[in-house]
C-alpha cells in the first residue's frame, strides 16, 4: 500500500501548486475510512515541499516517487522513496525518512537520541537505526530488492530544519557504524544530498523502476530465512527427544505434500509446563527456514514475541509476529504458522485501535488457519489466564473441522522444566484443583526438583538472588494483587508491591517511556539481567523459563480450610479485567498461579501472604 506514486515531475508539480497534502489526504481516507491528524497533515506540507524543491533544483525530473509506502505486514509508512538508474543502467531505489527535528539530546541507548516529539522530549530511535531498519526490512522480504537481478537500495535521513553544531549528538563516535552506512544530511548539507541522490540515479528513467517494485511482492528471501534458522540452530538448548520428535517430522512430511495437497492440515501438540512446546516450536522454525520455507512464529504475548525478536535481532523480528497480525491477509500466503502459547487465541483480531475499514469480520482462528498452508498450534488449555483468551484444543478442532482440514493431534510428556518432574507439575495441578492427580504429596527427599516454602518475601528475594550470584537465573514474580504504577518523572519505578517493611517494584509498564538507566523495558525483563530488580507478573513472565523462579502468591486466592475449597478475592485483586471476569474469576486466578509456580528448571520458592493457604500447601509436603 502506498499513499502517491508516481514521476517526480508530477510530484514537483503537485507540490508547487500546494496540492500534495490534499492528495495525500484523500488517499488516506480512502484506504483506512478516517482522516489524517492535523499534526501529519502539516508534516506532509513542511517536509514535501522541501523535498519538492531539492528535486527541481537538483534536476531529478525522470525519476519514480513513492509517499507514505507501507513496509509490507507491518504498519509502518516510508516517508518517500525516489527510484532511477545509475550510470551504468543499473536500478537503483534511496529511501528517504524526512524529519522536522530542530535539535536533539543525548540518551543511553546504543540507537537512541531524544528529541522533542509529540509535544515533549522523548527518547527516538536515531535517524540511521531507524532508516537503516527499514532497509533492512525492504531487502528481507520485498522481491524487487534480492534475488538475481535485485534493484540496488539504500536509505537515508533528511533533516530539512536542523543545524549542526560542534559536539552535536546525532553526529556522536557511538554512531559513526550506522551513519556511515545510512547517511544523516542536514540543511547545511544540501549540496551533499544532492550529489548523494545524482550519483545513484543521474540516468533517470525511474518509472520503469517504479513499476517493478509495485509489481513485485512480499516474501522472506532466502538469505533471511537462513539468518534466522542459522542463530536459532546455534543455540545449544534447543534440543529434541521422544514424542516433540514426533511432532516435529509430523509438521515437515505435511509441509512437503501441502504443496500437491487440496486440504490443509492442521497439527495440535498439547502439553503441560515444561514439555517443550516453545522448544520444538522454535526448531521448527529455524529448520523450516533452512530448508527455504516462509515459516512465521506467532504468540499472543508481547513479552514473549518482543524478547525473542531482541535474540534473533532486529532484521529477523519480521518473521515473528502475534496471532492479530493477519487480518486481511491472503490465503496461503505463509508455508507455516507456527502458534505458540495458542490458549492465548482470541475470539477476534480487531481491538481499539485498529482502523473501521480494516477491521475483520472473521474470527481469529479463521483468519490463522487461512493464512498458512500448515498452521500449527502448541497449547495447553489450563494456562489461559485472561477472560478474553478463548484459545483450546476444541476451538481449534472446530474451524479445521468446518473447512475440511486434516487434523493431527498430539499430546507432549516430555518434562525439561522442574528438573524432568512430572510429578511436581502434577503436584501443583492436584493442589491448586485443576484437576486430579496421582501426586497428592510432595516428597522434598526423593525429588530433586527444589522447592520451598519461605517466610518472608525478603527472604524469597534473597535466595533468588544468592542462585544468581553463582550463575544460575532466576525471576521474583507475583500475584497481581498491588497497583501498577507508572514511572516518576525521572523514570524510576515506584514501590508498588509492598508487604510490611518489605517494598519493590513491578517490571515496567508497557508503556513506559524514559525509564531511567539500567531499568529494561517490559518486553525485556525476562532477558536483561537487571529484571531480577522487579516483580514480574503473569503478563510478562507466562511463556519464559528460569532455573530457578520465586513466587508471591498474594491475598486474591485463598484456601479455605472450613469449605474445603479455594476461594477468589476480587477485593485483593489489581487486575480489573480478570476481576469483572465474575464466574471465572477463580478458575483464572489458579491458571495463573499454575503458571508462576511452574517457570523453575531447578527450582520454585514461595512465599505466602495468607497463613492458611501457606498451612495447606505445607500439609501437601513430605519433609
Given amino acids: 500500500m502506498r499513499l502517491y506514486s508516481g514521476s517526480s515531475k508530477q510530484f514537483i508539480e503537485d507540490a508547487v501548486r500546494n496540492q500534495i497534502a490534499v492528495k495525500l489526504s484523500n488517499a488516506f481516507f480512502n484506504y483506512y475510512r478516517f482522516n489524517p491528524s492535523p499534526g501529519e497533515k502539516r508534516s506532509w506540507v513542511n517536509s514535501l515541499s522541501k523535498i519538492s524543491g531539492l528535486l527541481q533544483n537538483a534536476e531529478l525530473l525522470d525519476h519514480g516517487v513513492i509517499l507514505e509506502f507501507q513496509l509490507p505486514q507491518t504498519s509502518r509508512r516510508l516517508d518517500f522513496l525516489i527510484c532511477g538508474k545509475n550510470q551504468f543502467k543499473r536500478a537503483h531505489t534511496v529511501i528517504i525518512e524526512l524529519k522536522q527535528w530542530e535539535e536533539c539530546k543525548h540518551a543511553e541507548g546504543d540507537r537512541e537520541v531524544q528529541t522533542f516529539v509529540g509535544g515533549g522530549l522523548r527518547e527516538v530511535l536515531h535517524p540511521s537505526a531507524q532508516v537503516g531498519g527499514y532497509e533492512m526490512y525492504l531487502r528481507d522480504t520485498h522481491t524487487a530488492f534480492y534475488g538475481e537481478d535485485p534493484i540496488e537500495l539504500e536509505a537515508c535521513s533528511y533533516l530539512h530544519n536542523y543545524h549542526s553544531f560542534e559536539g552535536d549528538v546525532i553526529f556522536s563516535d557511538k554512531f559513526q557504524s550506522i551513519l556511515n552506512r545510512n547517511p544523516v544530511f542536514t540543511a547545511d548539507d544540501y549540496d551533499d544530498f544532492v550529489e548523494y541522490l545524482n550519483t545513484r540515479m543521474i540516468a533517470g528513467d525511474g ?62 501438540a498439547e502439553g503441560g509446563p515444561g514439555t517443550g512446546k516453545s522448544i520444538i516450536a522454535l526448531n521448527l522454525m529455524a529448520d523450516l527456514l533452512l530448508e527455504g520455507y516462509n515459516s512465521q512464529y506467532a504468540t499472543g504475548s508481547k513479552a514473549f514475541t518482543e524478547t525473542l525478536r531482541s535474540i534473533i535481532g532486529i532484521r529477523g523480528s519480521v518473521q515473528f509476529k502475534y496471532f492479530n497480525s493477519y487480518i486481511n491477509s491472503k490465503n496461503d500466503e505463509v508455508d507455516v504458522l507456527i502458534c505458540d502459547e495458542a490458549h492465548r487465541l482470541r475470539e477476534t483480531s480487531n481491538n481499539r485501535f485498529t482502523p473501521r475499514d480494516k477491521r475483520s469480520d472473521k474470527r481469529q482462528i479463521e483468519e490463522i488457519i487461512n493464512v498458512a498452508r500448515v498452521p500449527v498450534f502448541f497449547i495447553d488449555n489450563n494456562q489461559v489466564v485472561r477472560p478474553n483468551e478463548i484459545g483450546s484444543i476444541e476451538h481449534i478442532r472446530e474451524y479445521a473441522e468446518k473447512t475440511n482440514c486434516n487434523i493431527f493431534q498430539y499430546k507432549l510428556d516430555v518434562q525439561f522444566r522442574c528438573s524432568g518432574s512430572e510429578g511436581f507439575v502434577n503436584w501443583v495441578d492436584n493442589t491448586l484443583c485443576i484437576h486430579r492427580t496421582a501426586n497428592i504429596m510432595w516428597s522434598r527427599k526423593e525429588e530433586e526438583f527444589d522447592f520451598q516454602i519461605m517466610d518472608s518475601p525478603l527472604e524469597l528475594e534473597n535466595a533468588i538472588k544468592s542462585k544468581i550470584d553463582i550463575g544460575y537465573t532466576g525471576r521474583l514474580t507475583a500475584g497481581f494483587c498491588w497497583k501498577w504504577s507508572k514511572p516518576e518523572n525521572t523514570g524510576n519505578l515506584i514501590n508498588d508491591v509492598v508487604i510490611g517493611d518489605f517494598q519493590r517494584p513491578w517490571n515496567a509498564r508497557h508503556d513506559a517511556r524514559g525509564l531511567a538507566k539500567n531499568i529494561p523495558k517490559a518486553s525485556l525483563w525476562a532477558h536483561n539481567p537487571n529484571g531480577i530488580n522487579q516483580i514480574g507478573c503473569i503478563y510478562t513472565a507466562q ?81
Fill in 543 to 623: 511463556g519464559f523459563e528460569f532455573d530457578y523462579v520465586g513466587v508471591i502468591v498474594g491475598n486474591d486466592l485463598k484456601y479455605d480450610f472450613e469449605k474445603q475449597m479455594w476461594i477468589g478475592i476480587p477485593e485483593n485483586l489489581e487486575d480489573n479485567v480478570v476481576k469483572r471476569s465474575k464466574g471465572r474469576l477463580k478458575t483464572l486466578l489458579k491458571n495463573s498461579y499454575r503458571v508462576l509456580l511452574t517457570r523453575g528448571m531447578k527450582g520454585c520458592y514461595v512465599y505466602f501472604m495468607d497463613k492458611s493457604t501457606r498451612d495447606f500447601v505445607r500439609s501437601r509436603i513430605e519433609f
Fill in 207 to 268: 518509472l520503469e523502476v517504479l513499476r517493478e517494485i509495485e509489481e513485485s511482492e512480499y516474501r522472506p528471501s532466502k538469505k533471511l530465512m537462513n539468518h534466522v534458522g542459522s542463530i536459532i540452530k546455534n543455540k545449544k538448548e534447543y534440543v529434541l527427544l521422544d514424542d516433540q520428535l514426533i511432532v516435529y517430522d509430523k509438521v515437515f512430511s505435511e509441509v512437503r505434500k501441502s504443496f500437491q495437497s487440496k486440504n490443509k492440515s492442521v497439527i495440535i
